[in-house]
């Protein structure tokens, strides 16, 4: 059986660095951090007081006020980011096939400031009045209503469902909606990631593991990829998501294609819960899982988009396992790590920096590595490498791998390349 091609027609997103692809990709290649002072609770009594959150959202001016009481943030950034990428793409939605269009998103951990406000409610006042639990509790709460809620707006009734993997869900997501596609199991589908686990039970959560950084003093240089000086990741929140499409199909109706997702890989490290392989086994089978999917050999890749979170294991072990499967390329290859910028958006993050990989694909220009200063060098990192430290690099990038790594082992990486004929 012949598979077919799947091809990217419609981008979009909200992240700490704007409400759209637009604006987020500006704030990307001027290296520009999300990182501040945490608004949506009180953080005094956290070790952590800082995150990258979306700034200045109101659902209300991309949302019916309605529908928007009852979703989950969470839901409410992926219909955001979903909306923009159909939008995007110039799809007639009453002539299309709605049948064969579906929704494939990655959730990390859904909606938990809405398990956390009806649990908080329901311990200070439920002994006395009784189960008092808003009717929109489980909507709001399960993970994959969102991409219940983008079917429902567009009537699109092909394959829909989340994948849950961590900090890989939407990478699953989009490699799992690449395969449906390609296996003629639907024309398109809508594929990306949402995440909004900034409350006091995310932050204090990630606290108690240590695996946040406590740079309180200088939020905007606290995510610093491959710096000696690292001293774990940044909480982020937001959305985005990629219209996938089969080739023939966007062909037919004279749709822009942005690239070509190649091929995707999936790992298990098999090794912690948290902690990723100390010789990075997981992270180099991922990568040699999605070249051989891809029909590609490591010399065709020219970018890698690194899991890079600013963690002291998981950094070194990612960098062994490129330098291991690459070898001499690895030189070569521009590697950077877009979570400088963004911070790490959890299960939103695949799809975010998959959209990265596909913008530096399409602009030929690689996004940088910020935050980081000479003398600030780790010894068990390689330098002769090029992570891109925090200038955006102008080359061709012929194709870019995206990589993204999840707590309990889970690996999952994309190749995304130039469309050709």
């Given amino acids: 059986m012949e598979l077919k091609r799947v091809v990217v027609t419609g981008v979009g997103a909200i992240t700490p660095l704007g409400h759209n692809v637009a604006d987020t990709w500006a704030a990307i290649l001027a290296g520009k951090s999300g990182a501040a002072p945490i608004t949506h609770f009180n953080t005094e009594k956290f070790k952590t007081h800082f995150a990258c959150e979306v700034k200045d959202f109101d659902p209300k001016q991309y949302i019916d006020r309605k529908e928007a009481n009852k979703m989950d943030l969470y839901t409410q950034y992926a219909m955001v980011a979903a909306t923009e990428a159909v939008e995007d793409t110039g799809l007639n939605i009453e002539q299309a096939d709605k049948n064969r269009i579906g929704v494939v998103l990655g959730v990390g951990i859904g909606g938990i400031n809405s398990f956390e ?118 909480m982020a929140e937001g959305s985005a998501c990629l219209f996938l499409e089969e080739l023939e199909h966007a062909k037919a109706r004279g749709a822009k294609i942005y690239g070509e997702i190649a091929g995707s890989g999936m790992s298990a490290d098999a090794y912690h819960i948290t902690a990723s392989h100390p010789e990075g086994l997981g992270a180099k089978l991922v990568m040699q899982a999605a070249l051989k999917d ?81 003398g600030d060098e780790d010894p068990e990192i390689d330098y002769k490498l090029n992570f891109t430290f925090n200038t955006a690099q102008h080359r061709t990038v012929r194709a870019a791998l995206s990589n993204t790594f999840g707590f309990g082992g889970h690996n999952a990486c994309v190749i995304i390349k130039k469309y050709t004929e």
């Fill in 294 to 374: 891809a029909g590609m050999q490591p010399e065709d890749i020219d970018y890698i988009n690194v899991h890079g979170t600013s963690t002291h294991v998981g950094d070194i072990s990612e960098v062994k396992a490129i330098q291991e499967l690459f070898g001499d390329h690895a030189y070569k290859l521009n590697i950077s790590s877009t979570k400088s910028m963004t911070g790490h958006m959890l299960g939103a993050a695949g799809a975010a920096e998959a959209l990265f990989s596909l913008l530096a694909v399409k602009e030929d220009v690689v996004p940088p590595t910020i935050n980081h200063t000479e």
């Fill in 117 to 234: 406000k009806e649990v908080s409610d329901y311990a200070r006042t439920g002994e006395e009045l009784g189960p008092r639990y808003s009717p929109y509790f489980i909507p709001k709460m399960i993970a994959d209503i969102a991409a219940g809620y983008v079917s429902m707006k567009y009537g699109f009734h092909g394959p829909n469902f989340v994948t849950t993997s961590a900090c890989a869900s939407s990478t699953h997501a989009i490699a799992t909606a690449v395969d449906l596609i390609r296996l003629g199991k639907a024309d398109a589908i809508v594929s990306g990631g949402a995440e909004a686990a900034i409350w006091p039970t995310g932050l204090g959560g990630f606290n108690a593991m240590h695996a946040l950084s406590t740079r309180n003093d200088d939020p905007e240089g606290a995510s610093r990829p491959f710096s000696a000086s690292r001293d774990g990741f940044v």
